[in-house]
């Protein structure tokens, strides 16, 4: 069996993934990151099999929907994306409605055979059809373009910040802002936004947060204030991750996390338990990975050969970095604690499917112009 | 802006894009450098510091539940305390079977199903290496039982608690209420945090109404234990806050003079302080023991509780409505006098029954012989029917309904606790509202006798009855004299609140009605001058009796051949002393048969234990 695949094996699996339309860089980082992952989720689930083999499954899924996402043309992209958001956002508004509540917070909608979060939709369609506004515009985006493109990245912002689901909110809105910075929205303009934004962050600390929030990041600065309540994640996080040292604890070697002390820590707190167990090297050495992909990303995205292309793979690699550096600085505690997944190593699958998708379209960007690697 | 409308230069703007796409990198590796900057503190330059913390995990942080506070009657009697219990309680994380350890359990101590859901539903809750009770309210034996062999099981604690106790057992229960095991429900009204550690909340009455005085705040502990978790040494601690003591209006002997003065009658008593609305006593009969429920009551006791024919667990005082029949007729007398449709000294012909223009049907008197002659001052004494129709027709509906909601009639009072209900006060909008039918000129009739449709709770009676007495004057009841704060011990009073104020035209017409309800208790032919004798003080009252089922209308009540539990319900107000009243009572006997021999003698025990011990 080794024999034949010996001399061509590089060239015939080369070739297959050409047919397929993949990316192997962006494809051969993801796999190490979904194995190195899958380790990591052993030991945070307190060596639960099945819980592994249920994740497994979900990569699985996830990488076909790559596949597929990666396969369809870019001027299709273009054209379902209009779609695509108005799909996304009347479904918002039907989670409003009838959408069922969990862990006191309304997001999921229930079709029946399928139970899924409409804002995971929009992380892709809102990316997607700000590109396609501003594709065919005068770049940079003038004044008209910014209010409009705006518009079209708050309406599902904002319903999905009130569900209340900040962290989604926040991904959602980076992914539609970064297009426009990409599309060169003026300094002055993102300066002054800037500005307008710390004069009103009081008006928002006051009125557009909710209690839960608010306590979150004043516990933040000060954890030992509220060490019964949402302090304690913030302060176990930090024992588990400060007491990793160097090289870690070793695999499955962590008793912070072995031991229960870490909550949510298969889902939102893993980088907690990773931390723990390989300490700063692996630390090191995991976000080199993601940096690799992040820059790998950018550079599809600087190599296209039209606007839509740039800026949407641009914006999807940006955002796959706010996931990471959301959840790290929040593990950490550098940032207050939101809902923000440690992308695709986190126990779950809705991120998943919608970031690998996301990786996808990255790829059908790639190969619309086919350039040498 | 003429700029902007030049063609796309796709080679400027791909360069504008790439630009601002190294940015964005050189952007991701800054803020990416900040995460492992702040990584290579936590995990190298403090390293020495987090690894002793986690070594071995010896911090534990420890919710310390706040002692709840106390309640006290007026004289200072305690009413609701503390006592130490001792629980079973085990820490999930130190047992290594948890299903064989339970197993075990069972042959020194008896747990119930419930017991066991209660512990599974508690132990989801809770933060890891924390209590969680199994057992409350061992007894001596089982805590011996327990203590010898206690060495086999690890992670199973007795550990004393302080629990809700009710020292007077049955005594007050419907003025106090009671707690009960937190559950789902009850969390969702209050802050988790505070919560933590806490087992019991007020579930009814005071108990529920006060609990974020009684409750205290939570305090928290940081320990450091040894491998097995066993606490060795306590690192920090702020103390939890003991909850408010509660000092009520309410006076634990009159209390119990009401309570036995009942015998073994069910219905409600409730006396108020007209010059302040201080709930003097608050009883609803029957009693039952609120300590049942603080240590989770057994589905049987649960059981023969709620389907008690006698319903022990309804507070009857508050929640009870029911028909006021003739006390309303003071009210009616005095809406008469004020509206100037009848004078003091007006007669009616009373012949036994009364019949409106152009109707068959007879309104009969309850003497069926008629009282002959009356005025205002004999149909109040005499609590003449025909009278009050003949009044009620002159006054009618919206005149009658306008002037007794000034009373408080058909508004909840807003007294300090749980559960209470609106009464009825009917009215031509509440007819239509409600049933979509127009007023009949014949239930203005009915009306007028405080029967009908019209429903009161008793302790909107007291209270009607007390504003009646101060001229109008009327105040919401409480239960709740004052807050005692922890931990200065200052005591807050609660200030009393006046809700309504009834402006009287004339002040002659209050003295007229009165003296009527003063002959009721004193006058020779008085329908309740059967308590008059040795009275060292004057009385106003007023009898009534509630039909509890109509009578057709060639029938006849009689109360031998009526079944107990269909006979009319006994009623009586009062205030006293006449010339300053100092308490206004409302007794209600549920199938007490007439008011003036069953619920009068009520009300007199209970001015008694009041007016005479007070001085």
Known sequence: MNQ???????????????????????????????????????????????????????????????????????????????????????????????????????????????????????????????ATYLADRVLPVGFKELVVSSVLVMIPVMLIARQPDL??????????????????????????????????????WKFALHDYQRKRILTLLDPESDPLGSGYHIIQSKIAIGSGGVYGKGWLNGTQSQLDFIPERSTDFIFSVFG????????????????????????????????FGR??????????????????????????VVGVPLPLISYGGTSMVTLMMGFGLIMSIRSAKRFLV | MSKREQLKDDFLESRLIRRRLVLAAIFTVILLGLVLGRLYVLQVVSYEHFSTLSDSNRIRIKALPPTRGLIFDRHGVVMANNLPTYRLEIVREQVTDLDATLQQLRQYVEYTDQDLKRFRQSSKRRRPFETIPLRLNLDDAEVARLAVNLHKFEGVEINARLTRNYPHGEHAVHALGYVGRVDERDLREVDEVEYAGTTHIGKLGLEKFYEHELHGSVGVQQVEVN?????????????????????????????????????????????????????????????????????????????????????????????????????????????GLEARVNQKDDKTWCGGYYLLPNEERRYRDWKKEGHGHMNLNDAISQSCDVYFYDLAYRLGIDRMAEFMAQFGFGVKTGVDSTGERNGLLPSREWKRGHEGMPWFPGETLITGIGQGAFLVTPLQLANSTAAFSSRGTRYQPRLVKSVEKIPDYNRIDIASRVTGRYQLLKPK??????????????GLRGTAQGINRGMEYRTAGKTGTAQVFEIAQDEEYDEETVAEKLRDHALFVSYAPAEDPKIAVAVIVENGGSGSSVAAPIARQIMDAYLLEES
């Open chain 1, 4 to 130: 034949s695949l010996d001399s061509d094996s590089v060239s015939i699996t080369r070739r297959i993934l050409d047919a397929l339309r993949l990316d192997p860089v962006l494809l051969s980082l993801l796999v190490i990151l979904a194995l190195f992952g899958s380790l990591v989720l052993y030991s945070a689930t307190g060596s639960d099999q099945a819980a592994v083999l249920r994740q497994g499954t979900r990569i699985l899924v996830a990488m076909m929907l790559l596949v597929a996402a990666a396969n369809v043309p870019v001027r299709m992209l273009r054209k379902v994306s209009i779609w695509l958001y108005l799909g996304g956002v009347g479904l918002l508004v039907a989670v409003m409605f009838f959408g069922e509540v969990g862990k006191g917070a309304q997001r999921w909608l229930d079709l029946g055979f399928i139970r899924f979060q409409p804002s995971e939709i929009l992380k892709l369609a809102v990316p997607m059809i700000v």
């Open chain 1, 167 to 204: 962290g989604t909110a926040i991904l959602v809105g980076s992914a539609g802002f970064f297009v426009l910075f990409l599309a060169g929205v003026r300094w002055r303009i993102i300066i002054s936004l800037g500005v307008l934004f710390s004069a009103m962050a009081p008006l928002l």
């Open chain 1, 276 to 307: 723990e167990e390989f300490g700063f090297f692996g630390s090191v050495v995991l976000i080199l990975i993601y940096l690799a992909i992040i820059f790998r990303g950018l550079y599809i995205a600087a190599h296209s050969n039209e606007n």
């Open chain 1, 311 to 336: 800026l949407l793979a641009g914006a999807l690699s940006l955002t796959f970095f706010v996931y990471l550096f959301v959840n790290t600085g929040m593990v950490a505690g550098m940032l207050p």
């Open chain 2, 227 to 335: 491998a097995n978790g066993r606490t060795l040494r306590v690192l920090s601690e702020s103390p939890p806050i003991q909850g408010n003591n509660l000092h009520l209006t309410i006076d634990s002997s009159l209390q119990r003079v009401a309570e036995e003065a009942f015998a073994d009658r069910n219905g409600a008593a409730v006396a108020i302080d007209p010059t302040n609305g201080e709930i003097l006593a608050l009883v609803s009969m029957p009693i039952f023991n609120p300590n049942l429920f603080v240590n989770g009551i057994s589905y049987a006791n649960y059981g023969a509780l709620r389907d008690s024919p006698e319903r022990p667990l309804f507070n009857r005082a508050l929640s009870g409505q029911y028909p006021p029949g003739s006390t309303t007729k003071p009210f009616y007398g005095l809406a």
């Open chain 2, 509 to 522: 017409n209050w003295e007229h009605v009165h003296n009527a309800m003063v002959n009721v208790v004193h």
